[in-house]
């Protein structure tokens, strides 16, 4: 019955890991649509590099919060299924998301650092 309600929240941390990337995505959708427009001169569409970079950067931090509440997913569901096997699997997925979040946090990082120098070398500037 605790092993079952373990799992259960278990699974429910995953949706709401699921929740976290989707908001993040639109979040970081939408500041870069605003940008973006603020951003336009007549019929062109101005899109420069600091828009793309806050873009990663905010998509970036979303990212690294849904890996960090995906660990605390896979840690319950090895608790509820106490198998070598489960361990092994928690183990290496744990190795995986830890060295995915440290590199990504490294380039959110400097993507906050090159946000200092704002660029305003158009990306793609052609409409039709």
């Given at each position: 019955m605790l092993l079952h309600a373990i799992e259960q929240l278990a699974d429910w941390i995953d949706f709401f890991a699921i929740g976290l990337l989707i908001f993040g995505l639109i979040t970081a959708?939408?500041?870069?649509?605003?940008?973006?427009?603020?951003?336009?001169?007549?019929?062109?569409?101005?899109?420069?590099?600091?828009?793309?970079r806050s873009f990663r950067m905010t998509l970036g931090q979303w990212?690294?919060?849904?890996?960090?509440?995906?660990?605390?997913?896979?840690?319950?569901?090895?608790?509820?299924?106490?198998?070598?096997?489960?361990?092994?699997?928690?183990?290496?997925?744990?190795?995986?998301?830890?060295?995915?979040?440290?590199?990504?946090d490294q380039e959110v990082r400097q993507l906050e650092r090159s946000q200092l120098e704002p660029d305003s070398t158009p990306i793609k500037s052609d409409k039709g």
């Open positions: 959708m939408t500041l870069a649509c605003r940008a973006a427009w603020a951003a336009e001169s007549g019929s062109r569409l101005h899109l420069s590099a600091s828009i793309l990212i690294l919060v849904a890996l960090e509440v995906l660990i605390v997913s896979d840690i319950l569901h090895s608790i509820a299924h106490r198998t070598l096997d489960q361990l092994a699997f928690l183990a290496g997925t744990v190795v995986i998301r830890v060295i995915l979040a440290f590199f990504l």
